[in-house]
């Protein structure tokens, strides 16, 4: 079955800790997709991130930095000296191909509280 | 540049209603996705419309129906509505009729009584 799997419910750290997101996805498929995005108090998800299953380079972006190991299907993300406007809901997602068709699955999703 | 909008931006029905709801993608998008978000859950992927074709659906009953006009703008119709089907969905607008780069609207909030 394909599954995305947020083990974290909710973190609480102060401004400036570094936090990671952890996403442990599973998958029978070789070409698949994963995606991170952010979801604020107003509801609107945010694009943050995509990385394909054949392109396992990690990537920093300012503050964000994403860490993709096929070997232990984790796709995890880092947060650098994180900040009050990083406080929201953050889902990993996969895309996976079924039947012909690619299907979009979510994780349940970590709720980020930055404290000031 | 016009992201994706929804309306309305909230509604409350009554179980065995029928309800529609909105969706204009972003300038330039041809593809529309609709999600499901019951409160505390990620998003549950509906169906997505391109070329104003049903391309993909999820896991959902055919009570959840909808449609993709000329201009790109969609409607979701849930008939039958029952008290699960309160939630939060989300619009999203691609193109190419791929989930690549997927820009997503505020939502409609439904609550059925």
């Known amino acids: 079955a394909q599954k995305v799997t947020q083990a974290q419910t909710e973190i609480s750290v102060v401004e400036k800790e570094d936090v990671t997101l952890d996403c442990v996805y599973e998958t029978r498929d070789t070409t698949y997709y994963l995606f991170w995005y952010k979801q604020p108090p107003s509801g609107e998800l945010v694009f943050l991130i995509r990385r394909n299953s054949f392109d396992e380079q990690n990537e920093i972006s300012g503050r964000y930095s994403w860490n993709f190991q096929k070997s232990t299907s984790s796709f995890n993300f880092t947060i650098t000296a994180s900040q009050v406007v990083d406080s929201a809901v953050y889902f990993c997602a996969l895309i996976y191909l079924s039947g012909g068709s690619y299907i979009p699955t979510f994780g349940r999703g970590t709720s980020l509280i930055v404290h000031p | 540049d016009a992201g994706v909008t929804q309306s309305p931006t909230h509604l409350i029905k009554t179980r065995g209603q029928q309800v529609t709801l909105r969706c204009s993608p972003k300038?330039?998008?041809?593809?529309v996705s609709w999600y499901q978000q019951a409160l505390g859950q990620g998003p549950q992927f509906i169906f997505q419309?391109?070329?104003?074709?049903?391309?993909q659906r999820g896991n959902f009953p055919d009570r959840f129906s909808g449609h993709q006009f000329p201009n790109y703008s969609s409607e979701l119709n849930v008939n039958a509505l029952l008290l699960g089907d309160s939630a939060l969905y989300l619009c999203?607008?691609?193109?190419?009729?791929?989930?690549?780069?997927?820009?997503f609207g505020p939502g409609t909030r439904l609550t059925v009584t």
């Open positions: 300038s330039g998008h041809d593809t």
């Open positions: 419309y391109y070329e104003e074709e049903e391309r």
């Open positions: 999203a607008s691609s193109l190419g009729g791929d989930f690549y780069e997927q820009y």
